[in-house]
């Protein structure tokens, strides 16, 4: 019987091997978000950097040259959380190089304890929009321009969803049904929900109320004519609207022009104003921090609780009734 001859091996990957290669390079990329693979590059753009100038290797790096790094880094005031960062960018880069990473080396580890001992500086956060600033944010637009009424609807929309700015810029008109008693929107994507399984916020309607934010975004989308897609969207010179979507820095600029126009300190906001001041401002009313996890999509009540907190710090003080003045002093 005639031996059958062994199939040849082919001599470069088939398609099918070189698509299942480019989809998984695309699903790796799509792990994180567009902003955060922007600060990686950046981190190790500057470690490469640093290790030229003191003619260290960073690739592969040695623990000592981490340590000594981060040690340079935060002699110049970098946060320890930028620091982390810079870390989690350096082992990236040397698995992605399929190299030993010395991220976690202990030389590394131990250098970062006491940089996070030594850091004293308080974390900086910026001033929560209550319901007071919001609704003066809100009258401070130009009503008459479609860039008012899309401003205006973004920070009703913002601020009465508890959205992070991520979340508002890529909100989408498929993503809201409406309801009788408001929209029920639709989240894709959010910080607490990387796997993109979805969330679901109520969004209520105001009656009689010119801050509603469920009228807000409507009026919006009718005069300017949007039917899919982008819900907030760039505008041209001109009041003329454009395709592409809103961008996170955008919200910010957004909350920071109207506060400035409400007569408020702009320095004082940003983009997450909305989602801290919808927390803040529920607390102060006494509602269920379970309602509020609801709105807000926290995974831990522990954030939680500090809004309820500060809004409950006075209340039955331990020092009521203490050092007042006797009669007639």
């Not at 993503?175 to 929209?183: D, I, K, S, W």
Request: aromatic share 6%; glycine share 6%; charged share 25%.
């Amino acid at each position: 019987m005639k031996k059958l001859a062994p199939l040849p091996r082919p001599t470069a990957p088939s398609i099918a091997l070189a698509t299942a290669e480019n989809a998984a390079a695309a699903y790796a990329r799509g792990s994180r978000a567009a902003s955060t693979w922007r600060a990686y590059e950046s981190d190790w753009r500057i470690f490469v950097a640093w290790c030229r100038s003191v003619d260290e290797l960073a690739l592969p790096a040695t623990p000592h040259t981490v340590a000594l790094f981060l040690a340079a880094q935060a002699t110049l005031g970098h946060a320890p959380s930028t620091l982390d960062r810079r870390r989690a960018a350096i082992r990236l880069v040397h698995v992605g190089a399929k190299l030993p990473s010395p991220h976690d080396a202990l030389e590394v580890d131990e250098v970062l304890r006491g940089i996070r001992r030594a850091w004293k500086q308080p974390p900086s956060q910026k001033a929560p929009a209550v319901d007071a600033e919001v609704k003066r944010m809100a009258d401070a637009v130009e009503p008459q321009t479609l860039q008012g009424l899309r401003d205006r609807a973004l920070v009703l929309l913002g601020f009465a969803g508890a959205l992070r700015r991520s979340e508002l810029v890529a909100l989408d008109v498929e993503h809201l049904q409406q309801r009788r008693e408001g929209f029920s929107m639709h989240i894709a994507h959010s910080k607490t929900d990387q796997e993109g399984q979805g969330q679901v916020v109520a969004i209520a309607r105001v009656l009689d109320s010119p801050y509603c934010p469920v009228q807000a975004v409507l009026d919006w989308l009718v005069v300017a004519e949007i039917r899919t897609g982008a819900v907030f969207r760039r505008m041209h010179r001109g009041d003329a609207l454009g395709h592409s979507r809103l961008t996170d820095q955008s919200v910010a600029l957004v909350i920071k022009k109207l506060a400035l126009r409400a007569g408020l300190d702009p320095e004082r906001y940003a983009g997450h104003s909305l989602r801290s001041g919808f927390l803040t401002s529920a607390a102060r009313r006494r509602a269920s921090i379970f309602k509020m996890a609801d709105q807000s999509r926290h995974r831990s009540l522990d954030t939680l609780r500090a809004y309820v907190r500060d809004a409950e710090r006075f209340d039955d003080h331990a020092g009521l009734g203490l050092l007042q003045a006797k009669r007639g002093q």
